[in-house]
């Protein structure tokens, strides 16, 4: 089955602690990007992946980093997440070229205490 | 002023009713559009794609473009209580070399049996 995951889903932490969240996509799509989904403000991009070793800022970097060392995972790196950073996160990739439909992870909640 | 405007609802209707979703934008750039359905804890799926203007049709669904208005709409016909989830629309420029997409804030719609 075609798909995108994410994990952890749920994670409850502390101000400070480095948390990883990983993505992971068996389509060998090119693309990949992350964004963050808060109420009231939509879909925002963070971070996106044209391809490996290839990643650039979106719209709402600070505080993040990303890397691309194989094709198909992209994990999302918060070294001191901060309370701000609460959020509901959702991993994407697509076929580049393939205009911009992008297929979505499950989403990963994330809570910084 | 946001780039891409939603009416967040949330929009209660009856089973069978013609539902209406629309989406006002700023950015005359953009060109591909976008229809997204996101249920409760889940990742947004690509429920309909267009290209500049125009309508297109698929089963229940219907999308139009008016670019001259900056104007978006998603009509479902025949809406069943399935169909309740949140429906955000989005939009990208042509070459999007980022593959951003911008969202609105999406739009609650709740079908009642």
Redesign the interface.
């Known amino acids: 089955e075609a798909q995108?995951t994410q994990n952890p889903r749920y994670l409850i932490t502390v101000t400070g602690k480095k948390l990883t969240v990983t993505c992971s996509q068996n389509m060998n799509h090119e693309?990949m990007?992350w964004y963050r989904q808060d109420p009231?403000?939509?879909?925002?991009?963070i971070y996106?992946s044209?391809n490996v070793e290839v990643t650039?800022k979106?719209?709402v970097p600070e505080g993040y980093k990303v890397s691309r060392k194989e094709k198909r995972n992209f994990p999302l790196i918060l070294e001191s997440p901060s309370p701000n950073q609460t959020s509901l996160y959702?991993c994407a990739s697509?076929i580049q070229g393939a205009?911009?439909?992008?297929?979505?992870?499950?989403?990963t909640r994330l809570t910084v205490l | 002023q946001k780039e891409v405007e939603q009416d967040p609802g949330p929009l209660s209707v009856p089973e069978g009713a013609i539902v209406s979703l629309n989406c006002t934008y700023s950015n005359s750039a953009f060109q591909y559009f976008m229809w997204y359905r996101q249920y409760s804890r889940k990742g947004p799926e690509l429920l309909m794609y267009t290209y500049s203007s125009g309508n297109k049709e698929d089963g229940r669904f219907t999308a139009q473009v008016d670019k001259s208005s900056k104007y978006i709409s998603l009509f479902i016909r025949d809406s069943q209580p399935s169909d309740s989830a949140t429906y955000l629309c989005a939009m990208s420029e042509l070459y999007n070399q980022g593959g951003k997409l911008i969202f609105g804030q999406g739009t609650e719609l709740s079908v009642k049996p």
């Open positions: 995108v693309y990007s009231g403000l939509g879909l925002r991009q996106y044209m650039d979106g719209d959702f697509r205009g911009d439909t992008q297929y979505f992870g499950p989403g």
